[in-house]
């Protein structure tokens, strides 16, 4: 059982570039999170994917970010014409439907210069 | 609606025992909780389901008062291990199974 893996584990990019994170979930799980981290605070919900279809995005989400997750294996998310403000650790989850546990991967660190 | 957690932070000598709290100000459906150690991921350590019932493994264990609309989480007997920032996290509504999850407790066990 390989875990949930993300790429790049860092990026470093200039304000007002886009980028572009990858989340590989475990290979069963049917459902993919995406949430947010900054220094001190809990993960902070973004959106989530049942098997391709995204069920839910987070009102606090600009319209700058978006997320896809084609044939419901891998998710990618993308955040365009970067801010300070996106500066966090983004990281992904995945779970089986229902309740299960989820389980993260180590999270795409994104730094604004 | 982000759950409340207390204490923020505690420190402890190896062995002593200590109890963080979650609190909600809507019904729960299910309490998550997790450890996250500093530069990792988060951990999953176990899911509480309403109705009271009360998990463990080891020596780290939790229950959920449906009443309160309250879980804590009890590691007795605590071992350098189990420092980290704890998080709970509950459900975020009826679409899913999306968590909202608190600013975390910070917890360091010393020698």
């Known amino acids: 059982d390989t875990g949930v893996s993300q790429d790049p584990r860092h990026k470093i990019t200039k304000r007002g570039q886009n980028v572009t994170f990858r989340c590989d979930p475990i290979s069963e799980h049917n459902r993919l999170y995406w949430y947010r981290q900054t220094l001190g605070q809990g993960p902070e919900f973004l959106t989530y994917f049942q098997n391709e279809a995204q069920l839910e995005k987070s009102r606090l989400l600009s319209d700058r970010f978006s997320a896809e997750r084609p044939k419901g294996s891998f998710s990618t998310l993308e955040i365009q014409r970067t801010e300070q403000g996106d500066s966090a650790m983004y990281l992904c989850a995945s779970s089986l439907e229902g309740v299960h546990p989820q389980h993260f991967g180590d999270g795409t660190r994104l730094s604004i210069l | 609606q982000q759950p409340v957690q207390s204490p923020q932070a505690v420190i402890l000598r190896e062995g002593e025992d200590a109890v963080i709290n979650c609190s909600s100000s809507?019904?729960?459906?299910?309490v998550h909780w997790y450890r996250q150690k500093h530069g990792e991921a988060p951990v999953f350590l176990m899911i509480l389901l309403k109705g009271g019932e009360q998990k463990g493994h080891d020596k780290i264990s939790a229950s959920f008062n449906e009443k309160k609309q309250q879980s804590s989480l009890y590691l007795t007997a605590s071992q350098l291990s189990y420092s980290g920032t704890y998080f709970c996290g509950t459900e975020r509504g009826d679409s899913g199974y999306a968590l909202n999850f608190g600013k975390g407790t910070s917890l360091l066990v010393t020698p």
């Open positions: 809507k019904a729960l459906y299910s």
